[in-house]
């Protein structure tokens, strides 16, 4: 079966890093582009950033432009999300997303940014 599994959160400080994880399984990984969304309290969910499967040709919310750089290992069936230069407004539940003939979820990863 899919599964997708975040790891990488917590809490930073404003104009910190991190480094977000999600490990796929019970897919090719490889056939599938890739995508994160966040969903921060009383918001809907929102795409962060996405991947393609063959050429790894990357998009971007225009509010996380030149700060987030999302990447994939094949080799590794993950898919990451770095992101630089934090924000309180970067606030939010962070979840990567497959879609196999519908879409696939992890549980998501806290994400705060707080002084």
């Known amino acids: 079966q899919v599964q997708l599994v975040e790891s990488g959160g917590g809490l930073v400080q404003p104009g910190g890093s991190l480094r977000l994880s999600c490990a796929a399984s019970?897919?090719?990984?490889?056939?599938?582009?890739m995508s994160w969304y966040r969903q921060a309290p009383g918001k809907e969910r929102e795409l962060v950033a996405a991947?393609?499967?063959?050429?790894?040709?990357?998009s971007y919310a225009d509010s996380v432009k030149d700060r987030f750089t999302i990447s994939r290992d094949n080799a590794k069936n993950t898919v990451y999300l770095q992101m630089n230069s934090l924000k309180p407004d970067d606030t939010a539940v962070y979840y990567c997303?497959?879609?196999?003939?519908?879409?696939?979820w992890g549980q998501g990863t806290q994400v705060t940014v707080s002084s």
């Open positions: 019970g897919f090719i990984f490889s056939d599938y582009g």
């Open positions: 991947i393609t499967r063959v050429r790894g040709s990357v």
């Open positions: 997303k497959v879609i196999i003939f519908r879409d696939y």
